[in-house]
């Protein structure tokens, strides 16, 4: 039960990072990307930040031979570079820029957001299934 | 108009940092949110409440944040709601396909110094930039 009371904790502390770095604001975001216009470069920091923090955090944690509750870390395997890939993340690129909203971002947004935040949600998670779905029937594993 | 906040940037990014290090260090798991959703809603994929329970974290944050500080974070959605569903869509489904968002490829993959990832954060962020150039700055749309 502790360790439900943990990840809750650690979604927590993911979270106050969103709302602190302003990134749960979409309009920050797009700002940030609007390079031609309004820019603000306040993500690209809140990303160097995050990344430094993991890089060297999980150098010192890789050294461990299995983390502290599970039997194994959980990492994906293969580093091959398809047009799954490449396609995928260049369809969210697009839906990020129209809407100033990734995954994270949006969940935590739902108690303070507007009916936009829902919409936004609701049709992430079509998108979601529906590409499961399509993937899973093409016979290919499904992403984790 | 947003402006350049570097030292709420920088915080709030070590705090992001500091969680996908907890979620790695305790639970051996990649604290990407897309992938931590997708697992939820997947038929066959377990771990329901670990899942559940992150995800639920998130969506406290905010409340927690406005309970102690009395200011309510903002989220503001310029783009009119057909985009916003368009948009919903089309991150839904990139990152099912793509295996990742921001979070799991952007900070955690990177942080890996996964190949698979850098090539994502690439593509997503291209394409983020050249949406909202064309939206902008091209339709007008906001």
């Known amino acids: 039960m502790r360790h439900y009371l943990m990840s809750f904790l650690i979604g927590v502390l993911f979270g106050l990072g969103l709302v602190i770095s302003m990134m749960v604001n979409p309009q920050k975001v797009l700002n940030f990307l609007d390079l031609a216009g309004t820019f603000d470069p306040s993500l690209i920091l809140v990303m160097a930040s995050a990344l430094g923090v993991t890089f060297i955090g999980y150098r010192l944690l890789f050294q461990c031979r299995k983390p502290l509750w599970a039997d194994q870390f ?12 490449i396609g995928g993340s260049a369809l969210f690129g697009i839906g990020w820029g129209m809407t100033g909203f990734c995954p994270g971002p949006a969940i935590a947004a739902i108690a303070v957001g507007n009916e936009k935040v829902f919409y936004f949600l609701v049709s992430m998670l079509v998108g979601m299934a529906v590409a499961r779905w ?11 | 108009m947003t402006e350049f906040t570097p030292i709420e940037a920088l915080v709030g990014g070590m705090l992001i940092g500091l969680s996908a ?6 639970f051996g798991r990649i604290a990407g949110i897309s992938g931590i959703l997708g697992g939820l809603i997947a038929p066959g994929i377990g771990d329901r409440l670990w899942r559940f329970s992150f995800l639920l974290g998130l969506v406290a944050a905010p409340l927690g944040y406005w309970a102690i500080s009395g200011e309510k974070p903002s989220v503001v959605m310029p783009s009119p709601t057909g985009l916003v569903i368009i948009g919903g869509l089309l991150v839904g489904a990139g990152t099912a396909l793509g295996s990742g968002c921001t979070s799991g ?3 955690c993959g990177m942080a890996r110094l996964s190949r698979r990832s850098l090539v ?3 593509c997503f962020m ?3 930039f050249l949406t909202v150039f064309i939206l902008r ?3 007008g749309v906001w």
């Not at chain 1, 993937?135 to 594993?141: D, K, N, Q, T």
């Open chain 1, 74 to 85: 959980s990492l994906p395997a293969g580093e091959i570079v398809d047009a799954r890939l």
């Open chain 1, 134 to 144: 399509l993937g899973r029937s093409a016979g290919r594993r499904a992403p984790e």
């Open chain 2, 21 to 26: 290090l907890a979620a790695m260090g305790l």
């Open chain 2, 105 to 107: 490829h952007g900070v």
């Open chain 2, 120 to 122: 994502a954060t690439l």
């Open chain 2, 126 to 128: 291209g394409t983020g």
């Open chain 2, 137 to 139: 700055h091209g339709l």
